[in-house]
Structure formats: structure tokens, C-alpha cells
């Protein structure tokens, strides 16, 4: 009988040498054996140099870009801040070199920290992007320090174009008419004269000339009358007044010239055509505002006048740059002079001898009171003539039902007509029994026109009736 053989491996019965059980467990610790000694011949394997600079981590084809991403990781401001960027799907451009991945990034807001360009720009634009997990001095990732700079400076940028828009905006040529009202004639009022007599004491007092035109209010935008009622002035005539100040003055064509002032009566025409021809009315006819003060302003009238002086000054330069450059000044300063009481009543001659119409009267270091005020006072010529009633015109508003004015033509030529108002409510009721048509009546006038019919006719008292 067989005795049964020993394994020639581990020397016991039972098996033999091809179905050892020791065998498995010394293959497979021969396995492990071997898997640490290759990685440990691995890990201890010398690494490969760069045939260039012969530094290891790369190749000669990587060697540029590599040596510049290395420069980002140890410098500890790097010079891009792509190093942590996660590009879109979209954005990004997958290039497989030397069987590895780069990501070259086409994105705007990635921006160069050192210089301020984004890669599109930025000579180093096309930068190998890393996952590397560098920090900032500040404890941020290099790309998050970046994003919070590219935001600094879009800001800065920003900041920059606000300033040169607000520096454009609140320059001395912007034009009047895109500026806010800021005086309300109608709600404050404006600045009254008294009139003249020898018991006002005028001495040390500035006299100027008394405008013959249209009382008018720059409000900021736009003219408006005492009574607050607009007046239609072309766009180019607006331009050249200085936008958010308030201005009081005359609207003026000159001496003499009160009967041309239907012009500033006038409504802007709406058709295209009349538009254009109204608006040349308005170049060729010479209207000047003639400014006297300051509007809303808390000083003393001789410190209002130097800043009037100024704006003047600067609007009148401006018209060159609205394209007003062969246009006469639009804007026109009213001079002062200190006078003595001889002095008003000779300035005042002077200037009615000359077709104006008079001098006003202002006191020193006086404000703008918006009311009929004792710091101003006028000096007219007053003329008287006789005219005969012809007619009657009824009266309206608080003399409604009452003569309203006495229609007159002059005795020395009846085709000179005129309206003569003035009269007491006595007057005004009883005129059919104490002034019938053809009573002769003294009136006092302003001067007459250049047709000869007297300016303001004003009813003084009954001279005689014709034919008696």
C-alpha cells in the first residue's frame, strides 16, 4: 500500500508540492514585495531635467511658460492672476501638448494684477492657468485678490468718466435753456420803484439808466414777465443765459425803439419754415437783456453786481462755443454810477435828451426786497399835452361796468389816436355827464413814439370842451 508522500516544499503529508498551501501566501507576499519595491524604485527614481534650463518639472517645450507659472507661485505679488481661474465651458479651449492638459482662458474679466490688462490684451495673455493654491498677503487666493482688483479699478475708471461728465455739466458754457427754473415770479415777486421827488435824499445812491423795453425774469430756464407770463425767446437767444440762476432785467432794442417790441410779443411759430424765419428776426433786430440784478441771492448790491459783472463776462464768451460767434452780445451788463442828488437830476436829462427814457435809483448795500421798495427810485420826463375825447372804452376786472379809458386824438393832429387811462372812480362813474365827447383833457405822456403818439398817456384834469 502507498505510504503517501511528503511535499517537497513544506515537508508534510497530506499534499504535495503542487498544492501547497504556503505556496499562495508566499506568492502573494512576493506580489506586495514587489508592488513596494517598484514604488519605492518609483518615488526614489532621479527625475527627468529640462533639456533647457536643466531643472526638473518639465521639458524644453514647456520650458518658457513653465518657468513663468513658477514665478506666479513663489513670488509673493505674482504678476497674473489666472492661477486659480475656473473658466466656463464656453470660455474655455481644451489644446492637448506632450500628453498633457492647458487651459488657455479667453475670458474678460481675467485681468493682469501687475499691469491691468485683461488677457486679451496683456502680452502674457496666453498663460498656462495652474490649480494652484497659493494665497495672497491678505490671506485671498491669487484669484480672488485679482477679481477684487480688476473691481478696484473698473471702479476707479468709472469714478473717472463721473468726474469728467459732472466737470462738463457744471462748466460755464452749458446752455441756459437745459437749466432748472429756479425763481417763481409769479409766486415771489419782483423788485418795485418808487417814484422820484425833490424830498428823497439820493445822495451817495447808484443811478443807472432806465431801460425802455419789456420788464423780463430769467428764472433759471426760461423769461418770464413781472405778472409771471412766459415770453417766447428762441432756443439760440436761451443758450447763451446762464442756466440755474435768476436774473432781472429788461428785455431791450434799443432807444426809441419801444414800438419794435411787438417782436417779443410774438408766440414761437410751430411750422418749420415760419420757425426758422422768426428766429432770424430775433438775430438781425440786436435784443439785448439788459441785466440789473441778481435773483434769490442774500448780499449786499454792490457784491450782487460784481458776480452779474462776471456772469456777463462768461455767457458773452460762451456764444462762440453754442455757435453764436458772428452774433451781437446778447447779454448786456447795466453800469452804475454813484451820484450826488445834481448829479441824478443832470444824468437824468442827459439821457432823456439822448431818447432814453430815464435813470433808476439804487441805494447802497441794499437787498433784493421782491416788493414796491424804498431802496429804488426812478426819474422819467413827464410832458403833458391836450387831446380831445371821442370815445369811451369800458373798464374790466375790479372796474367792470365803469369807464375803463377815454379814446383821444391829439389837437394838433386828430389821426394820432391814443387810450387814456388814470382816472378816480368819480370820474369813472359819472364821465358821461362831466367828460362827453369833444371835452378837451390835459394828459401827462412818457415821450411819444416814432409816429408821434404820446407813451403812457395819463389823464391830469379837464382843460375846456370845444366851443366854448
Same mark, same amino acid.
Given at each position: ?35 513596494? @519595491? ?49 473658466? !466656463? ?12 492638459? *492647458? ?67 457744471? !462748466? ?6 437745459? %437749466? ?12 418795485? +420803484? ?44 436761451? !443758450? ?86 458772428? #452774433?451781437?452780445? #446778447?447779454? +448786456? ?5 454813484? #451820484? ?7 444824468? +437824468? ?10 435813470? @433808476?435809483?439804487?441805494?447802497?448795500? !441794499?437787498? *433784493? ?21 371821442? %370815445?369811451?372804452?369800458? $373798464?374790466?376786472?375790479? *372796474? ?10 391829439? @389837437? ?46 395819463? *389823464? ?6 370845444? $366851443?366854448?
Amino acid at each position: 500500500m502507498f505510504g503517501g508522500g511528503k511535499c517537497g516544499k513544506c515537508h508534510e503529508v497530506g499534499h504535495n508540492s503542487r498544492t501547497c498551501p504556503s505556496k499562495n501566501d508566499k506568492t502573494e507576499m512576493k506580489t506586495e514585495t514587489k508592488t513596494e @519595491m517598484k514604488t519605492e524604485t518609483k518615488t526614489l527614481k532621479k527625475p527627468r531635467k529640462c533639456g533647457k534650463c536643466h531643472e526638473v518639472g518639465h521639458n524644453k517645450s514647456t520650458c518658457h511658460k513653465q518657468h513663468m507659472i513658477n514665478k506666479v507661485s513663489k513670488s509673493v505679488k505674482p504678476h497674473l492672476s489666472e492661477t486659480e481661474h475656473v473658466p !466656463s465651458k464656453k470660455n474655455k479651449k481644451t489644446i492637448k501638448k506632450s500628453s498633457k492638459e *492647458y487651459h488657455t482662458i479667453h475670458d474678460k474679466t481675467v485681468i493682469c494684477e501687475k499691469c491691468g490688462h485683461n488677457n486679451n490684451t496683456c502680452k502674457n495673455s496666453n498663460m498656462i492657468t495652474l490649480n494652484t493654491k497659493s494665497l495672497s498677503v491678505e490671506g485671498k487666493s491669487w484669484v480672488e485678490a485679482a477679481q477684487k482688483d480688476m473691481i478696484d479699478r473698473e471702479m476707479a475708471v468709472k469714478k473717472k468718466v463721473t468726474k469728467k461728465k459732472v466737470t462738463k455739466k457744471s !462748466s460755464k458754457c452749458e446752455v441756459g435753456h437745459e %437749466g432748472d427754473v429756479v425763481y417763481n415770479v409769479k409766486e415771489k415777486g419782483v423788485l418795485l +420803484a418808487n417814484n422820484f421827488d425833490d424830498t428823497t435824499d439820493i445822495d451817495g445812491w447808484w443811478a443807472s439808466e432806465k431801460w425802455d423795453g419789456y420788464r423780463a425774469v430769467w428764472n433759471g430756464n426760461s423769461f418770464s414777465s413781472r405778472s409771471g407770463k412766459t415770453f417766447d425767446v428762441p432756443d439760440w437767444y436761451r !443758450s447763451v443765459m446762464p442756466p440755474n440762476v435768476a436774473l432781472d432785467g429788461e428785455l431791450w432794442l434799443g432807444r426809441g425803439a419801444f414800438e419794435k417790441c411787438g417782436l417779443l410779443r410774438r408766440k414761437k411759430p410751430v411750422k418749420p419754415d415760419l420757425l426758422l424765419k422768426w428766429e432770424d428776426e430775433w438775430k438781425k433786430s440786436g435784443v439785448t437783456f439788459n441785466v440789473f440784478d441778481i435773483l434769490g441771492q442774500d448780499m449786499k448790491f454792490e457784491d450782487r453786481m460784481k458776480v452779474l459783472q462776471q456772469i456777463v463776462k462768461e455767457r458773452n464768451s460762451c456764444m462762440k462755443h453754442v455757435g453764436l460767434a458772428s #452774433v451781437k452780445h #446778447v447779454l +448786456a451788463f447795466t453800469k452804475q454810477t454813484k #451820484v450826488t442828488k445834481p448829479q441824478a437830476i443832470d444824468m +437824468a436829462k442827459e439821457v432823456i435828451a439822448g431818447g432814453g427814457e430815464g435813470i @433808476m435809483l439804487r441805494q447802497p448795500g !441794499s437787498l *433784493y426786497e421782491p416788493k414796491r421798495s424804498k431802496t429804488l427810485y426812478k426819474i422819467k420826463e413827464v410832458d403833458d399835452m391836450e387831446v380831445i375825447i371821442e %370815445g369811451y372804452k369800458m $373798464g374790466q376786472g375790479k *372796474y367792470k361796468g365803469l369807464l375803463g379809458s377815454f379814446t383821444a386824438a391829439l @389837437m394838433t393832429d386828430r389821426k394820432i389816436k391814443c387810450n387814456v387811462s388814470g382816472m378816480d372812480d368819480k370820474i369813472r362813474n359819472s364821465y358821461l355827464e362831466t367828460h362827453p365827447i369833444g371835452t378837451v383833457i390835459t394828459i401827462t405822456y412818457n415821450g411819444t413814439t416814432g409816429s408821434g403818439k404820446p407813451r403812457h398817456p395819463r *389823464y391830469l384834469r379837464i382843460r375846456h370842451k370845444e $366851443g366854448h
